[in-house]
Nanobody, 117 residues
Framework: QVQLVESGGGLVQPGGSLRLSCAAS????????MRWYRQAPGKQRELVAT???????TYADSVKGRFTISRDNAKNTVYLLMNSLKPEDTAVYYC???????????WGQGTQVTVSS
């Protein structure tokens, strides 16, 4: 079972930046599609960014051009660099690993991001 641990959340002013990290307990790259989701209070969880097992990245329209997902294979870690943050980016951010072939799906515990002046 893959364990995912997120870190890097916090309080930031509008226009600021944060980098979230998601450390996996074992090798995931090339095997799992890695995703960042977020869930704001009273709203459904939404997909923010994906880096596929093959390294292809995709983004939600709401974050395109501001957020960047990347990975460090040696550290089994995926990152989400968030620039030009807006109050509407406030949410708990979750890391997800889904096997590219089998029905293995894992979640981290989440990290809070608050964008406020």
């Amino acid at each position: 079972q893959v364990q995912l641990v997120e870190s890097g959340g916090g309080l930031v002013q509008p226009g600021g930046s944060l980098r979230l990290s998601c450390a996996a307990s074992e090798r995931v790259f090339g095997i799992y599609n890695m995703r960042w989701y977020r869930q704001a209070p009273g709203k459904q969880r939404e997909l923010v960014a994906t880096i596929s097992s093959g390294g292809i990245t995709t983004y939600a329209d709401s974050v395109k051009g501001r957020f960047t997902i990347s990975r460090d294979n040696a550290k089994n870690t995926v990152y989400l660099l968030m620039n030009s943050l807006k109050p509407e980016d406030t949410a708990v951010y979750y890391c997800n690993a889904k096997h590219y072939l089998f029905n293995y799906n894992y979640w981290g515990q989440g990290t809070q991001v608050t964008v406020s002046s």
